[in-house]
């Protein structure tokens, strides 16, 4: 059995798979999933996982060069963006783009994985690097 990192098959699955530039979501319990990306539904109730320990996670164990948030969350959520920061390695870009803009950005990804997050724009787009 794993003794360490993401327990969940179908999240190691997915980034194992991984190459340079592929993407994958972190969404919230609201973000609609476009049909054809794969869905890794984490929720179990409200707030339930967070989207925090969902990305603490997965940070853990993908190599990141570009995140993608929605522009509202610097006014709708700024406390989650500032932690989203703290999160992060500092050569990691961002890159703000609106809602609707995200939205349609999400049908790219290689997988999305809802939490049961219930605060706003709680969603966050995390590009591949690789490890060499």
Same mark, same amino acid.
């Given at each position: 059995?794993?003794?360490n990192g993401?327990?969940?098959?179908e999240i190691?699955?997915?980034?194992?798979?991984l190459g340079?530039?592929?993407q994958?979501?972190?969404?919230?319990?609201g973000?609609?999933v476009?049909? #054809?990306?794969?869905k890794? *539904?984490l /929720?179990?109730t409200?707030?339930?996982?967070?989207?925090?320990?969902t =990305?603490?996670?997965?940070l853990?164990?993908?190599?990141?060069?570009?995140?993608?948030l929605a522009e509202e969350i610097?006014?709708?959520?700024?406390?989650?963006?500032?932690?989203?920061? #703290?999160l992060?390695?500092? *050569?990691? /870009?961002?890159?703000?783009?609106?809602?609707?803009?995200?939205?349609? =950005?999400?049908?790219?990804?290689?997988?999305i994985?809802?939490?049961?997050e219930?605060?706003?724009?709680?969603?966050?787009?995390?590009?591949?690097?690789?490890?060499?």
């Amino acid at each position: 059995m794993k003794k360490n990192g993401i327990l969940n098959s179908e999240i190691s699955k997915v980034l194992s798979d991984l190459g340079h530039t592929d993407q994958i979501v972190i969404a919230d319990a609201g973000l609609p999933v476009p049909e #054809g990306v794969k869905k890794i *539904d984490l /929720a179990l109730t409200a707030n339930m996982p967070t989207f925090v320990n969902t =990305l603490k996670a997965v940070l853990d164990d993908m190599a990141i060069e570009k995140v993608f948030l929605a522009e509202e969350i610097n006014t709708k959520n700024r406390d989650l963006e500032e932690e989203i920061f #703290g999160l992060m390695d500092k *050569d990691v /870009a961002y890159n703000y783009v609106s809602h609707e803009e995200f939205k349609n =950005l999400t049908e790219g990804a290689r997988a999305i994985i809802r939490t049961g997050e219930c605060t706003p724009f709680a969603n966050i787009i995390l590009q591949s690097k690789p490890i060499f």
